[in-house]
């Protein structure tokens, strides 16, 4: 079985402020090294139920955190941005069996964790057909259009309960809970077995289940913290101007949602 695993800090035990997350602040290293042991025990999950080819994505910011030679041999490791559309999980398609999120956080617009965002921090929030759109969402989807079903995400309670409104088939593990500017988080070594757990479950089982349905038809609605980044996005084709603030988009093509955001969220 070959997996793929998408991996991100904002959701990793303990993270609360910005500080923790960004490469050259005194308080990033502790994180990263969570961050990495806690994709290091999906990875350990996902061989004990006998996966033999491991493919991590390193998904957060410069995409250069994961700590390579604490993961396991079997990892094929992406680092950096190839600059294709589907952004956190680039280089995933249908040869893949099962996708994994860890370390993954709440959507923009919501109280879930002080970290909470879609993309980044630029953006207040995405809407797809209504709904807040996370980065699960936008990678789930991603994930389906490639018939690969997303089996396992970890992070904070609220992309737990997120994840559960779009399939409650998918695994969930949680590692802590923002409250106001604050988190409450479990230990450190117990969110690690939980992964590990969690990621073994997973893989067991009819993981077809798990295939978030692509909808027939994308409305997207984007809306910037700055209104100039609304003026500017309304000039990619297809996308409209819905106030100062907001710009929206129509199709029944995923990828090309995808596509247009690669673009609109710079």
């Known amino acids: 079985?070959?997996?793929?695993?998408?991996?991100?800090?904002?959701?990793?035990?303990?993270?609360?402020?910005?500080?923790?997350?960004?490469?050259?602040?005194?308080?990033?290293?502790?994180?990263?090294?969570?961050?990495?042991?806690?994709?290091?025990?999906?990875?350990?999950?996902?061989?004990?139920?006998g996966v033999t080819e491991i493919w991590v994505k390193d998904a957060h910011d410069s995409a250069r955190n994961l700590i390579a030679a604490k993961l396991p041999q079997e990892v094929i490791l992406i680092r950096g941005w190839s600059g294709h559309p589907f952004s956190m999980v680039g280089g995933l398609d249908e040869t893949f069996q099962a996708v994994m999120m860890i370390g993954y956080h709440a959507p923009a617009a919501s109280d879930a964790n002080p970290l909470a965002h879609t993309m980044n921090r630029g953006i207040t929030y995405i809407k797809i057909n209504d709904q807040l759109a996370s980065e699960f969402l936008l990678h789930a989807y991603a994930a389906s259009l490639n018939h690969v079903p997303v089996v396992l995400v970890s992070g904070d309670a609220g992309i737990c309960r997120?994840?559960?409104?779009?399939?409650?088939?998918?695994?969930?593990?949680?590692?802590?809970?923002?409250?106001?500017?604050?988190?409450?988080?479990?230990?450190?070594?117990?969110?690690?077995?939980?992964?590990?757990?969690?990621?073994?479950?997973?893989?067991?089982?009819?993981?077809?289940?798990?295939?978030?349905?692509?909808p027939e038809h994308f409305h997207v609605e984007v809306c910037y913290r700055n209104h100039a980044s609304a003026y500017r996005a309304a000039f990619f084709p297809g996308v409209r101007a819905e106030g100062a603030h907001t710009v929206?988009?129509?199709?029944?093509?995923?990828?090309e949602v995808s596509r247009t955001l690669m673009f609109v969220l710079r």
């Open 1 to 49: 079985m070959k997996i793929y695993i998408s991996a991100d800090i904002e959701g990793v035990t303990g993270t609360t402020d910005w500080d923790e997350t960004e490469k050259g602040e005194s308080a990033y290293a502790e994180f990263r090294e969570q961050m990495t042991a806690e994709v290091a025990a999906a990875c350990e999950g996902a061989l004990d139920a």
């Open 162 to 214: 997120h994840v559960q409104t779009f399939n409650s088939h998918i695994g969930t593990c949680a590692v802590k809970e923002g409250v106001g500017n604050s988190t409450v988080s479990i230990h450190p070594l117990r969110a690690v077995q939980a992964i590990r757990e969690g990621a073994q479950q997973a893989l067991a089982g009819d993981l077809s289940r798990c295939l978030v349905a692509l």
């Open 248 to 255: 929206s988009f129509d199709t029944a093509d995923y990828f």
